[in-house]
């Protein structure tokens, strides 16, 4: 008996769970929407090609000496002879770096610095400046902005830099 009248709820329960208890419009209208939205794709921008004048060729096996830069409103030139990494420790200067070097690292803030070419610019501080004319090896510079608040852009190459 116990089981006659498990089984018997049991088909009732199914049985009303397969009805559809919406009128005709309200399930018309909810067909409209039933499935799932197809997310529109947009292509991601493609770079603009490097143009051969722009790359400056450097051997990757030298390992030139650090270069350093330190102090508050310093205004200096310095040059990349062997693929060198240049640190700058201060605010407020004017650098500019002739030569592809390995990384510039620029740890300060409100600095002007105009790089010939780099494999990678870290930025450390604020409010920085950093334009670079060429690209190592062909290469874009892979740029790290820790304070998210520099401003790093591609300028052209000045006619001599050839």
Do not use: W
């Amino acid at each position: 008996m116990k089981g006659s009248i498990a089984l018997s709820c049991l088909l009732l329960a199914t049985a009303l769970a397969g009805c559809d208890m919406r009128s005709e419009t309200a399930k018309r209208e909810m067909e409209k929407f039933s499935g799932t939205p197809t997310p529109t794709f947009s292509p991601a921008p493609t770079e603009a090609p490097i143009d051969p004048s722009e790359v400056v060729n450097a051997d990757l096996n030298l390992q030139g000496d650090p270069v350093n830069v330190s102090g508050y409103e310093q205004k200096k030139s310095i040059a990349c002879t062997k693929f060198n990494p240049v640190t700058v420790n201060g605010g407020s200067s004017v650098i500019t770096i002739k030569g592809p070097c390995r990384q510039i690292m620029v740890n300060g803030d409100g600095n002007r610095i105009t790089i010939d070419a780099a494999i990678a610019i870290v930025l450390n501080g604020d409010k920085n400046i950093v334009q670079y004319a060429r690209y190592v090896n062909g290469k874009r510079p892979f740029i790290t902005d820790n304070a998210g608040s520099n401003t790093i852009e591609k300028i052209a190459s000045p006619p001599s830099a050839h």
